[in-house]
Structures are given as structure tokens and as C-alpha cells.
């Protein structure tokens, strides 16, 4: 069903001095409501346009209670106000709240259309509410709103409600479109299931570069970088040309499997064959490919010669990563003072600039760089580890003692700790804080988000022989990693660990990406 704003919904008061005290206001709860009531006194309370400004403001403050007590007591709200409001909440990170206000469209029998339910299919990362917002779609949701609450899906690593969808969409004869059969391989392979991506990629009637470049996306990040490169060739050879895209997929298969000569030789197809201008993403791609396969010289003559002009940070980013992973310190020091000039306020940078001073001995440094981040009041960011359990999300951080079964979640993981130092675990203390005493080091790591996790996961399914599966916001740390290879392996249980950049998929000791992350 098409949406347009109403006549109401045009603001006849865009030069009034309420508006303007409106707009002054901005997305701070005091001067909304100090502006709020300077509106009614001047006559204004009834204004469904600065009604729909100022709920909008208020849910942006994260009054999200205020915004619905001024949406429902106005005499005649309409469709605009209430998606005005859903999209806001959305863009807010609340879904709740842009479920009730979607919950209030409905209720209200007003005209919607589906760009409103998509917002809350945005918003809603947890599962229970993204099935929510699914039974609420009032009529049956057509292919546009499929595919993007498969996006939501593939986001959130929400692969059970993925899987409803994909039977309702089987179920129901819908037209696969080469929007929805991209949406469906997408969600696949960011949820872990890489073999059924490529079960749907080989079923489509009608491939366009979308789904050729998601599926090449997805064997790179599963650490299948041989198949990424035949699936490449067979592209080229019966689908349609690669775009940049493609070549930005291609070549981070490459880094993540140690494939060299392989990136070397698609860089330079890019080029010649297709004539396509490389970009930042190129260019940090083959950064990366030569840092991971441990070719430092190679990858600082990469950046001498063939990048033109000042390289972006992504590029040193990744040159600092390789460093850090080899253990070349003094080459790490030099590219992590040249990201700190280009980017003096991001936090990121000065953590792995203390962390190599940290695996050099250079305490001094630490507490310098350190000292420097408080003044600037420079944090970094939050690490936290996802699981879903029946439907239900559980979010894990470093030392998590909110989860209502904490308790038996310690205890477990206390055990599991016992049981992989029996068969040769030994904790990774270059991980964390050097000035800590080693047993300090050990105990923190040992409650890391992700080690909290796995032990839900599995305590959670006892007798299961189906599959953990962790979504983290960062790149998994080196204890983790070492840590859930001992798990799999005594547990006998795979776990699947989707971090910031690729998937780990840790069986019987061994991880799939053979240490290339």
C-alpha cells in the first residue's frame, strides 16, 4: 500500500517563534517540555504537525514514555505521526518502543505502508521482538518486506525466525524475486549456514551481481577461500561482470585464507580486465592480505607504490593489526603514530598502540598512552557476546553478573576451565593488562563475554548435538579463540563465533580459520 503524508501533516507553522523554540530545543527532554508548553499557551497544543516535531524530538531524547502521551492525547493523530515515530524509535536503537508505537497505527485502523514495519524489523535485533513485529504485520507482508526483515535477520544472526520466514515464503508460492532470493542467500551465510546459502544461490532462477558477490562474501568469511575463488571464476565465465563490490569480497577471501598469489592476481584483473578505479577498500583489503600472511615488507611497498597519495587510516588499521599479530613491534609503534595523526580522537588506535608496548615491555609507554586517553577522555568501546536460546537473546560482557542465571552459568564455566587445562589449555595472558600479576591476568580472562556465552550455550543443551552459535560485536581476542578450540574438542559440540570481521567455526580442536583472522 503506497503512504504519503497527509495535507495535515505540512507544517503551516515552519516560521512561528514555537517552532523555532521547538527546533532550539533540539533532543533534550527539559526545553522540549519547557517548548511544549509555550505551544499551548500560544494555541498551538492542537498543531498535529509541531505535535509530530516535538513527539519526534522527544523519542530522539530517549523519552520514548513522553513521546506516546503526547501522540495519544492529540484529538486526530494520523498514519504520518505514528511512522514518523516508529522510524525515530528505530533509528534510536528502541525497539520496544517502536513496536508500541507501530502497535498504535494498527490499533488506530489508520493506512500504513510497509516502510513503517521495516523500520521495526530494523530495530528489533532481539528475536522475540522481531516475531513480534512479524505477527503484527496485519496483512500479508509482500517481497519488499520480506527481504528487509531478512536483512534484520541476517544483521541479528537471527536464523530461527530466518528459517519461519524462509518456510512462509515456500509455503506461500511467493514470487522469488532476485531481491528476495539474494535476501535469503545473505541471511544464510551471515547466520552461519554457508551450505545453505549455496543450496539457494544454485535454486535461483535469476542472479544478479548481488547475489553472486553475497555468496563470495560468504565463503570468505567462513574461511572457504578456495571456494570463493571458483565461484569468482565461474562468475566471470556465465554471470554477470564483477563490480568493485565483488573485487572488495574477492579479495578479503584471499586475507582470510592466505591466498597471496590468488589477491595479487584478481587486484590486477580488477585493472586491466574491468577497468575499475580500486578504492580505500581495496587497497586495506590487500593491506590486510599481505599483513595476515605475515609479508610486512610486502605490504609497506604495497602502500609505498600503489596507493596514490596520503593512505586513509583503514589501511594503516590493518597494517597495525598485522603488526600486533606478528609480533614486529617497532614497525607497529611507526604506523600506530601515523593513525593517531590522522585520527586523534578514536580510541581504538591508542588501545592497540598500549597493547604493543605492552607485548614489547615498554611499560612506560602504557601508562603514557594510557594517561593521554583519560585526559582526552577516550574510552573503548564495550565488548559483548550474543547467544539466542529458544527464541530468546541473551547478551553476555566481560564479567556479566545480570543474567538471572549467573550462578549456574559460573559454576559451569568454572568446570569447563577445569576440563580443557586437563587436556593442555593454557590461558593467552598477552591478551590483557601487562601490569596485572599473571594470575590476575588468568582470572580475567576467564570471564571474558565470550567464555560466558559458550557456557550458557552448551550448559542450556546438554544431550544437543546441534551447533552453538555466538554473534560478537568485536574481533574475538586470542584467549577466546584458543579457549573454544579446547571447548569443541572436549564437548565434542561445534561453535560458531561470528565476530566483527569473519566466522569461526571451531570442531573437534581445530578452527576454519586456521588462524588467519
Given at each position: 500500500m503506497a503512504f504519503e503524508p497527509s495535507s495535515s501533516s505540512v507544517n503551516p507553522h515552519h516560521r512561528s517563534p514555537e517552532y523555532n523554540a521547538l527546533l532550539l530545543a533540539g533532543p533534550r527532554l527539559g526545553p522540549l517540555k519547557q517548548a511544549h508548553a509555550r505551544l499551548v499557551v500560544a494555541g498551538h497544543g492542537r498543531s498535529l504537525p509541531l505535535t509530530t516535531k516535538l513527539a519526534t524530538l522527544a523519542v530522539a531524547a530517549g523519552a520514548s514514555s513522553y513521546a506516546h502521551l503526547l501522540a495519544a492525547s492529540h484529538p486526530a493523530p494520523d498514519s504520518f505521526l505514528y511512522c514518523t515515530l516508529t522510524r525515530a524509535a528505530a533509528h534510536r536503537g528502541l525497539p520496544a518502543a517502536a513496536l508500541a508505537f507501530y502497535r498504535c497505527l494498527l490499533a488506530a485502523a489508520l493506512p500504513f505502508s510497509s516502510f513503517a514495519f521495516t523500520a521495526v524489523a530494523k530495530a528489533c535485533a532481539d528475536m522475540s521482538a522481531l516475531r513480534a513485529g512479524m505477527a503484527m504485520a496485519g496483512e500479508a507482508p509482500d517481497s519488499a518486506t520480506f527481504v528487509a526483515t531478512l536483512s534484520a535477520c541476517a544483521q541479528a544472526g537471527a536464523l530461527d525466525l530466518g528459517r519461519e520466514l524462509e518456510r512462509r515464503i515456500v509455503s506461500e508460492r511467493m514470487d522469488m524475486s532476485v531481491f528476495l532470493g539474494a535476501a535469503l542467500v545473505n541471511m544464510y551465510v551471515r547466520c552461519g549456514l554457508v551450505n545453505k546459502a549455496r543450496e539457494w544461490f544454485d535454486m535461483l532462477q535469476e542472479r544478479n551481481v548481488v547475489t553472486w558477490t553475497s555468496m563470495i562474501a560468504g565463503y570468505g568469511m567462513h574461511g572457504h577461500g578456495h571456494d570463493a575463488i571458483k565461484l569468482f571464476h565461474l562468475m566471470r565465465r556465465e554471470g554477470p561482470p564483477p563490480n568493485d563490490v565483488t573485487f572488495v569480497a574477492v579479495l578479503s577471501a584471499c586475507a582470510h585464507a592466505g591466498l597471496v598469489s590468488e589477491g595479487r592476481d584478481a587486484f590486477a584483473t580488477m585493472k586491466t580486465v574491468y577497468g575499475l578505479v580500486p578504492r580505500a577498500e581495496?587497497?586495506?583489503?590487500?593491506?590486510?592480505?599481505?599483513?595476515?600472511?605475515?609479508?610486512?615488507?610486502?605490504?609497506?611497498?604495497?602502500?609505498?607504490?600503489?596507493?596514490?597519495?596520503?593512505?586513509?587510516?583503514?589501511?594503516?588499521?590493518?597494517?597495525?593489526?598485522?603488526?600486533?599479530?606478528?609480533?614486529?613491534?617497532?614497525?607497529?609503534?611507526?604506523?600506530?603514530?601515523?593513525?593517531?595523526?590522522?585520527?586523534?580522537?578514536?580510541?581504538?588506535?591508542?588501545?592497540?598502540?598500549?597493547?604493543?608496548?605492552?607485548?614489547?615491555?615498554?611499560?612506560?609507554?602504557?601508562?603514557?598512552?594510557?594517561?593521554?586517553?583519560?585526559?582526552?577522555?577516550?574510552?573503548?568501546?564495550?565488548?559483548?557476546?550474543?547467544?539466542?536460546?529458544?527464541?530468546?537473546?541473551?547478551?553476555?560482557?566481560?564479567?556479566?553478573?545480570?543474567?538471572?542465571?549467573?550462578?549456574?552459568?559460573?559454576?559451569?564455566?568454572e568446570e569447563l576451565i577445569c576440563r580443557i587445562t586437563d587436556a593442555g589449555y593454557v590461558a593467552e595472558t598477552d591478551s590483557v593488562l601487562h601490569e596485572l600479576e599473571e594470575e590476575e591476568r588468568e582470572f580475567t580472562l576467564r570471564y571474558h563475554g565470550e567464555k560466558l556465552a559458550v557456557a550458557f550455550g552448551l550448559m542450556m543443551s546438554t544431550g544437543s548435538t546441534d551447533p552453538i552459535r555466538i554473534i560478537k560485536n568485536l574481533r574475538i581476542c586470542g584467549d577466546c579463540h584458543l579457549a573454544i578450540k579446547y571447548m569443541s574438542a572436549v564437548e565434542n559440540r561445534e561453535i560458531i563465533v561470528r565476530d566483527k570481521h569473519r566466522f569461526h567455526h571451531f570442531k573437534d580442536g581445530k578452527c576454519s580459520c586456521q588462524e588467519y583472522w
Open positions: 581495496h587497497y586495506c583489503s590487500m593491506v590486510d592480505m599481505y599483513g595476515r600472511a605475515g609479508l610486512l615488507d610486502d605490504a609497506m611497498q604495497f602502500i609505498r607504490d600503489s596507493i596514490p597519495g596520503e593512505p586513509g587510516p583503514e589501511v594503516w588499521t590493518a597494517m597495525l593489526g598485522a603488526c600486533k599479530m606478528h609480533k614486529n613491534f617497532n614497525l607497529g609503534v611507526e604506523v600506530a603514530e601515523r593513525l593517531i595523526a590522522l585520527e586523534p580522537e578514536n580510541p581504538s588506535h591508542r588501545v592497540l598502540l598500549s597493547n604493543i608496548y605492552a607485548l614489547s615491555g615498554k611499560m612506560n609507554h602504557v601508562e603514557k598512552v594510557r594517561n593521554v586517553m583519560i585526559k582526552r577522555r577516550l574510552k573503548k568501546q564495550i565488548g559483548y557476546s550474543l547467544i539466542e536460546i529458544g527464541g530468546i537473546a541473551h547478551l553476555f560482557r566481560m564479567g556479566e553478573t545480570s543474567h538471572p542465571q549467573t550462578r549456574d552459568i559460573y559454576q559451569y564455566l
